[in-house]
């Protein structure tokens, strides 16, 4: 059974902070890597993807790949209000057919 | 802009009703997917289909079905539906390429059984 583990959260960062967000998955042929935010009562939107260990930088987010630990995160720089959300971490194993597996989720939470 | 749609964004029905979810596509994916979301059980896997016609069962099929007679649009059928199929539904979409493209994803439904 594949596996992609989050902590729920929430995540309480004040306003201007970092946050780091984690995920660990259980495939070690996992190929792709994916980070989603999800507003309370929306869908969830794609903001960064990764398939290469290292960082990734787009923006105030950077994502991280480590596949030997089987780690992936989620750096938000200079966190906002608006980044008040639920961020979805999803692994794209191989076999075929693109299908993604993802985490519960961590809530992150952006004090004034 | 590319754009996944689901025909409803909240339905309340009876137990016992057939429900319909329908969800379209205009980017020509080959993919499409529906899922159910719930409160501490995160993103769940009903059904998916790779081509026109063509169907996988995810994890938690028991009680859907779902049809796809055009590329564009992929259908989430509920054929007797039950209190404990309350929940949100969201339907996404991606090109084929052995898990190494990010979803698209609809608006979502509500659905409410009563």
């Known amino acids: 059974q594949k596996e992609v583990e989050q902590n729920s959260g929430p995540l309480s960062v004040p306003e201007g902070a970092i946050a780091s967000l984690n995920c660990t998955y259980s495939?070690?042929?996992?190929?792709?890597f994916f980070w989603y935010r999800q507003y309370s009562g929306k869908s969830p939107e794609l903001i960064m993807s990764?398939?290469?260990?290292g960082d990734k930088e787009d923006g105030r987010f950077t994502a991280q790949l480590n596949k030997a630990s089987q780690y992936v995160s989620l750096l938000i720089r200079d966190s906002q209000p608006s980044d008040s959300a639920t961020y979805l971490c999803?692994?794209?194993?191989?076999?075929?057919?693109?299908?993604?597996?993802f985490g519960a989720g961590t809530r992150l939470a952006v004090h004034p | 802009d590319v754009k996944v749609t689901q025909s409803s964004r909240y339905l309340v029905k009876r137990t016992g009703e057939k429900v319909f979810l329908e969800c379209v596509q205009d980017?020509?994916?080959?993919?499409m997917f529906w899922y159910r979301q719930d409160p501490g059980l995160g993103l769940r896997l009903i059904y998916f289909?790779?081509?026109?016609?063509?169907?996988e069962k995810g994890d938690i099929p028991e009680g859907y079905s779902v049809s796809r007679e055009k590329k564009e649009r992929f259908s989430l059928i509920l054929e007797s539906a039950s209190t404990n199929q309350t929940s949100m539904y969201l339907c996404?979409?991606?090109?084929?390429?052995?898990?190494?493209?990010?979803?698209?994803f609809g608006s979502g439904t509500r659905l409410t059984v009563v």
């Open positions: 996404a979409s991606s090109l084929e390429g052995q898990g190494t493209y990010g979803y698209t």
């Open positions: 495939d070690r042929v996992s190929q792709s």
């Open positions: 990764i398939y290469s260990n």
């Open positions: 999803a692994v794209g194993f191989s076999g075929g057919y693109n299908k993604l597996i």
């Open positions: 980017m020509d994916h080959e993919n």
């Open positions: 289909s790779y081509d026109v016609k063509m169907k």
